[in-house]
């Protein structure tokens, strides 16, 4: 086992349904860390789900996830690392994106807004009903463009990015890992 040395967090981020909470249950038990997933946190603290709370507005759901943000910070400790995996909105919150800013690694989870509205749309056709954020006249058309924007964002704000297409969760942790391990000791 390649423990993650104390530190730490490493927070995943990317569009939804990229694979954020599988990635990281996987690379959480090949480095000996603690997992968590944000939008549990927030489900636990506030008694609503996220979509529950977006649907009240999203102030709420943003102010729900940055104090999330701001739990999980307080958590960490020199000897649990912790592995965590963000909303696929994170980047669109400040005071989020602000509690983790020097305290933990940010990895994104790359994967093209073709396969993640595919993925949007089974999933929505297995609950009945789309994310609130991607409800009017073309939701491609809305998941396209937000998606476009945040991957940009996304790129510029990670310490690592990661190819999520194609791999399954525990070949894409193996590689989040070996990564993590090259920025640590730069040759």
Not at 44 to 57: C, D, H, N, Q, V
Not at 125 to 152: C, M, Q, V, Y
Not at 165 to 187: D, F, H, M, T
């Amino acid at each position: 086992m390649a423990r993650i040395e104390p530190l730490q967090l490493i927070t995943l981020v990317g569009p939804k349904h990229v694979g954020k909470t599988s990635v990281g249950k996987a690379l959480a038990r090949l480095s000996g860390a603690n997992f968590f997933d944000l939008d549990s946190i927030i489900e636990e603290r506030t008694g609503l789900s996220p979509r529950a709370l977006f649907e009240r507005s999203p102030e709420t759901f943003r102010t729900a996830e940055a104090e999330a943000a701001v739990w999980i910070v307080g958590e960490l400790r020199q000897d649990a690392p912790i592995v965590l995996a963000a909303g696929g909105g994170l980047i669109d919150n400040p005071p989020a994106m602000r509690a983790f800013s020097g305290k933990s690694i940010l990895v994104y989870l790359e994967l093209d807004p073709k396969r993640t509205w595919e993925r949007i749309r089974a999933a929505a056709e297995r609950s009945g009903t789309l994310p609130p954020f991607l409800r009017g006249d073309d939701p491609e058309g809305i998941h396209r463009a937000l998606h476009e924007r945040r991957a940009a964002e996304y790129r510029r704000a990670a310490d690592l990015t990661v190819d999520a297409a194609g791999s399954s969760p525990a070949e894409i942790a193996a590689l989040v890992l070996k990564k993590l391990r090259e920025l640590r000791s730069p040759c």
